[in-house]
């Protein structure tokens, strides 16, 4: 759609005066330049103003159209590329060498080291024995690979699901790179045969469900499942001893109720498991509480379409609240949580499309 076309159209919609026009126009068009028109969910030559338009459009009155209109400009929350690279781009400096430094400091105590020289190894030897796994495509490892170049490509991979061929594979070329230096120490806490500490990095959590939690089998046993599960049920096949490893879960955004959730199951499950866990988030997101009129909107206009087994696994007593009833307004560039208000990427035209990665076989 001719972009004065559309904007004509939205003037229309809105039933802006003249006054109304010059004041949203311009903001408009430079949210959708800067933000907006970097939504990756769009279909080719979409642009926002145009999937601003059609969404209003389905809103009945001028009132409703301008109670939607208002909440897009006032309240959400749109992550673009630039920020969210810039949060990869600063793990490996703010979280793992922080991690790493002091690792140093506690096996050169243990083992009576003063030496520089033999500290500066040491280092080098812990970073080399480290493992980063991403826990979805949105962990954008490739971005993370081409930032820390002082990581080697093999420690690297972007999926969880590790097969033993490849896990061996990584085994072997560790223990090759790091073979100088236990051929001239034998420090104690440390072993050439196993990773010292497991990256899971991931984008974005609004409810920590997916990561880890405990359900019911079909034998009404209490069991543990979620992402974090599914790489120790591997490592524990194929490392020697994985309670000497230690799991960092890094979520560039994240929610406080999501790191409750998750902080709250890893105590459990270290007190079960004995594994160490420990929940590194880049930055918070923060839930809204919708105005009553926006929240009547959101009931009104509400799809239960969207709901299947796995959006039912987290509280839905509210589920135009979202997922787990998360109620945030956040956008993230590459795709739309479904945590965030299902008002945005729910309805028959979306605002922002979303594409779902879990889905029911129908």
């Not at 009576?112 to 033999?118: A, H, M, P, S």
Request: aromatic share 10%.
């Amino acid at each position: 759609m001719n972009q004065k076309l559309s904007e004509q159209i939205l003037a229309s919609v809105l039933d802006w005066d003249t006054q109304e026009i010059a004041e949203n126009i311009r903001s408009l068009e430079d949210f959708a330049e800067l933000k907006y028109d970097q939504y990756q969910q769009y279909q080719v030559g979409s642009r926002f103003m145009e999937n601003l338009t059609l969404w209003l459009y389905q809103f009945e009155t001028v009132e409703e159209r301008r109670q939607a209109f208002n909440f897009v400009k006032d309240q959400i929350v749109f992550i673009s590329q630039g920020e969210l690279y810039h949060l990869i781009n600063s793990i490996l400096p703010d979280v793992m060498r922080p991690l790493f430094k002091r690792s140093v400091q506690e096996i050169s105590g243990r083992n009576d080291i003063k030496d520089i020289g033999i500290k500066k190894e040491l280092l080098k030897v812990i970073r080399r024995q480290s493992l980063i796994l991403g826990l979805s495509d949105g962990a954008r490892l490739d971005v993370f690979r081409r930032g820390a170049r002082v990581i080697n490509n093999e420690q690297v991979l972007i999926s969880y699901e590790i097969k033993e061929e490849r896990m061996k594979s990584i085994i072997s070329k560790m223990k090759k790179d790091t073979a100088c230096f236990y051929e001239k120490y034998r420090l104690e806490g440390m072993c050439p045969d196993n990773i010292l500490n497991v990256f899971l990095m991931d984008d974005f959590s609004g409810s920590g469900i997916s990561y880890l939690r405990q359900e019911e089998d079909e034998d009404k046993n209490r069991i543990w499942d979620g992402k974090i599960v599914k790489v120790i049920q591997q490592l524990e096949k194929q490392m020697k001893n994985i309670n000497d490893i230690t799991i960092h879960v890094i979520l560039y955004l994240a929610t406080q109720k999501a790191r409750k959730h998750i902080e709250e199951y890893v105590e459990r499950f270290y007190k079960d498991r004995k594994i160490r866990i420990k929940v590194h988030i880049l930055q918070d997101i923060h839930e809204i509480v919708p105005a009553p009129h926006l929240e009547q909107l959101m009931i009104k206009y509400y799809d239960d379409g969207i709901e299947d087994s796995h959006y039912r696994k987290g509280k839905h007593d509210k589920p135009f609240l979202g997922f787990d009833e998360c109620s945030l307004p956040v956008v993230i560039y590459h795709n739309t949580p479904n945590n965030s208000f299902p008002i945005i990427w729910g309805m028959k035209k979306s605002l922002f499309p979303r594409i779902t990665r879990h889905k029911d076989v129908s």
